[in-house]
């Protein structure tokens, strides 16, 4: 069974950082794809940022230049590093991760990803 659990969520001002953690575990795979969603109430689910599995990275524009995706093999964790966050940031954010043909680039889209964490808050104030 695979598990994803997310840590590092929380408040911060504009302008400050925040790094997000997802570990996982279970039967899963050696290199899967990673992600980073984000989701506020009222919107569908959107790409932030991924690690495709062949060595792809893919960001979403919004957060280019000021979000960074890494991955610590040795302990099976990818991070999510947000600096200078903005108010339009916050969000509920999800990782995901498949090992799937269809994920091998690391696409944006949510649908493709079968594996999630439950979500970690965070709340950016202006």
């Known amino acids: 069974q695979v598990q994803l659990v997310e840590s590092g969520g929380g408040s911060v001002q504009a302008g400050g950082s925040l790094r997000l953690s997802c570990a996982f575990s279970g039967s899963l795979f050696s290199t899967p794809s990673m992600a980073w969603f984000r989701q506020t109430p009222g919107k569908e689910r959107e790409g932030v940022a991924t690690?495709?599995?062949?060595?792809?990275?893919n960001y979403a524009d919004s957060v280019k230049g000021r979000f960074t995706i890494s991955k610590e093999n040795a302990k099976n964790i990818f991070y999510l590093q947000m600096d200078s966050l903005k108010p339009e940031d916050t969000a509920i954010y999800y990782c995901?991760?498949?090992?799937?043909?269809?994920?091998?680039?690391?696409?944006?889209?949510?649908?493709?990803?079968?594996?999630w964490g439950q979500g970690t808050q965070v709340t950016v104030s202006s």
């Open positions: 995901a991760a498949d090992a799937d043909y269809d994920t091998r680039y690391g696409p944006l889209e949510p649908s493709l990803y079968r594996y």
């Open positions: 690690f495709g599995r062949i060595g792809t990275f």
